[in-house]
């Protein structure tokens, strides 16, 4: 996951994402969590203004696995979709 960095001390994958403002913020948080259910994965989040920190690892499992990529994937193409009015 190249645009995703390993925590520090911690088997997960985290990533900033800056908006315009607090409605694209929350318009982006709304469609990843629609994903997030449709593939059973759910992130941590922390949202402030236009700020998205996202953090991502699979907690039954102990740590990072395939889940975590491919939601990773997913939360990537969402984004794209709003780079273009940041």
Same mark, same amino acid.
């Given at each position: 996951?190249?645009?995703?960095? @390993?925590?520090?001390? !911690?088997? %997960?994958?985290?990533? &900033?994402? *800056?908006?315009?403002?607090?409605?694209?913020?929350?318009? @982006?948080?709304?469609? !990843?969590? %629609?994903?997030?259910? &449709?593939? *059973?994965?759910?992130?941590?989040?922390?949202?402030?203004?236009?700020?998205?920190?996202?953090?991502?690892?699979?907690?039954?499992?102990?740590?990072?696995?395939?889940?975590?990529?491919?939601?990773?994937?997913?939360?990537?193409?969402?984004?794209?979709?709003?780079?273009?009015?940041?």
């Amino acid at each position: 996951m190249p645009t995703w960095e @390993f925590v520090d001390g !911690v088997d %997960a994958i985290h990533k &900033n994402f *800056n908006f315009k403002d607090f409605q694209q913020a929350f318009a @982006f948080m709304t469609e !990843v969590a %629609a994903e997030a259910e &449709n593939q *059973n994965h759910h992130p941590e989040w922390f949202n402030v203004w236009n700020r998205v920190e996202i953090r991502l690892s699979t907690h039954d499992s102990g740590g990072l696995t395939q889940k975590d990529v491919a939601l990773a994937n997913t939360i990537d193409q969402i984004f794209k979709k709003y780079q273009q009015s940041v």
